[in-house]
């Protein structure tokens, strides 16, 4: 059953990656002022950071299951788990850009310099460009699942660009994960 048209896959694919990165930069940047959004008492913005980081953990085990059971030739689960990641991936940027509207933009590394610059930047670096890059690749493969049926999904590129979505995603999966770690367990 097609849910979304075949001819539009490039063309949605674009619109919505370039909205979903205006926005997060726009969160990123201080764009977006917190009063366009609803205030929350500051246990839940505390909250945010950790729930993230078990959303991240969530998500690697997802997208891990994904990745086994179409290799499996388990297409269902597959789905599933895929659809999944992405709603755990929705889940966490959304809290992540509430928290950076709310509170003005990303926090300051509270550790040594030397740490901040030569272990915690070149991580975030990595992470944010790894995000960056994923959010096509997850827009084009996920519509192309979308698009096609089962049996067609082989003709397209959904297979070769679904393994390198993942590849990636995993690896900006378990950055977050030490970002985390060095922001808000370490220092």
């Not at 390198?164 to 999966?173: G, N, V």
């Amino acid at each position: 059953m097609e849910y979304v048209p075949r001819e539009r896959v490039r063309l949605l694919t674009g619109v919505l990656s370039v909205v979903s990165l205006a926005v997060v930069f726009a969160a990123a940047g201080g764009r977006i002022p917190s009063s366009s959004v609803p205030a929350a008492p500051e246990w839940f913005l505390e909250a945010i950071p950790l729930v993230n980081a078990v959303l991240s953990a969530i998500a690697i085990g997802t997208i891990t299951v994904g990745w086994r059971a179409i290799r499996r030739g388990e297409v269902d689960r597959h789905r599933v788990a895929m659809v999944s990641s992405f709603g755990l991936f929705v889940s966490f940027l959304a809290l992540y850009l509430y928290r950076l509207t709310v509170t003005g933009g990303p926090q300051d590394f509270p550790g040594p310099a030397a740490i901040e610059q030569f272990v915690y930047l070149p991580i975030l670096a990595i992470h944010i460009l790894l995000a960056i890059v994923c959010i096509p690749l997850l827009y084009y493969a996920l519509l192309l699942a979308f698009a096609y049926p089962v049996a067609e999904l082989p003709k397209t590129s959904h297979a070769r660009i679904g393994r390198i979505a993942a590849t990636l995603w995993l690896i900006s999966f378990s950055l977050g994960i030490v970002v985390f770690v060095l922001l808000h367990v370490v220092y």
